[in-house]
């Protein structure tokens, strides 16, 4: 799909039967043209619903990107990898993410962004056929290698004294087969998460989301919510 891709080949296995979850309900969200914002905001952490940090995500769209902006409040620890870099796994300490994909079904394929405080990026199309990453199925990851080739642009500012962090990203509509101009009525499916982690308790890490999955995995695409760019 992308010029600038490496694939990580799968190891061939027999594919698990998908286990979906049944009688899901998902949030929804009207996206307008930038330079107005469709925000969601969310407060309860994957999968026992305690009380989570305040996060923020903004998005629009224009002719040719999706615009976000990730909102982390009450951020204590800022924890990253400092070698870390452009696709390094930075979801293991702290990072924003954001899934997406064109259209309103289920996704088995779908762009995986995640952004952390240092504004080290990691972008991949994922291969998910199950749609929940079930046990034995095939999942394969093919990394964007050179994001800002491909016009995927990132920028973050940090205050730790208030405990905050901005993120903001531009991501290609023509990722998902979207020609300039032309994104104005189409219909997405997308999810945002957050994940904290601190020094004292590193590997264990803390998870909230937009919209919630019922265990501690975000690569549940029932769970995605509907977007419409109006």
């Known amino acids: ?9 799968a190891v ?13 309900s998902v949030p929804s969200l009207n996206v307008p043209a930038c330079p107005k914002k469709g925000t969601v905001t969310y407060d309860k952490s994957v999968p026992d619903q305690v ?4 996060t923020k995500v903004d998005v629009c ?12 409040y009450n951020e204590t620890n800022f924890f990253v990898n400092p070698n870390y870099t452009t696709n390094s796994p930075i979801y293991q300490y702290t990072a924003m993410e954001t899934f997406i994909s064109r259209g309103t079904g ?13 504004n080290v990026t990691f972008q991949a199309m ?14 394969d990851t093919f990394y964007v290698a ?15 004294p208030i405990g905050l962090w901005v993120s903001s990203a531009r991501i290609p509509l023509g990722f ?34 937009w919209s919630q999955p019922d265990e501690a995995n975000f690569h549940m695409t029932p769970y995605f919510g509907h977007i419409t760019f109006v």
């Open 1 to 9: 799909m992308f010029l600038n891709t490496v694939l990580i080949a």
């Open 12 to 24: 061939a296995v027999v594919p698990a039967l998908a286990q979906i979850p049944s009688n899901i």
């Open 51 to 54: 009380a989570f940090p305040r």
């Open 61 to 72: 769209y224009d002719d040719s990107h999706i615009d976000i902006t990730f909102t982390a």
């Open 106 to 118: 289920d996704p088995q394929t779908y762009l995986e962004f995640e952004i952390a405080p240092n």
């Open 126 to 139: 994922i291969y998910n056929p199950s749609k929940v990453r079930a046990d034995g199925a095939p999942f």
């Open 146 to 160: 050179e994001p800002l080739v491909d016009g995927l642009t990132a920028t973050t500012t940090v205050n730790k």
């Open 176 to 209: 998902f087969n979207v020609d300039n101009g032309t994104a104005h009525g189409t219909q997405w499916r997308m999810n945002f998460f957050r994940i904290i982690t601190a020094p004292s308790t590193f590997p264990a890490q803390f998870y909230g989301a």
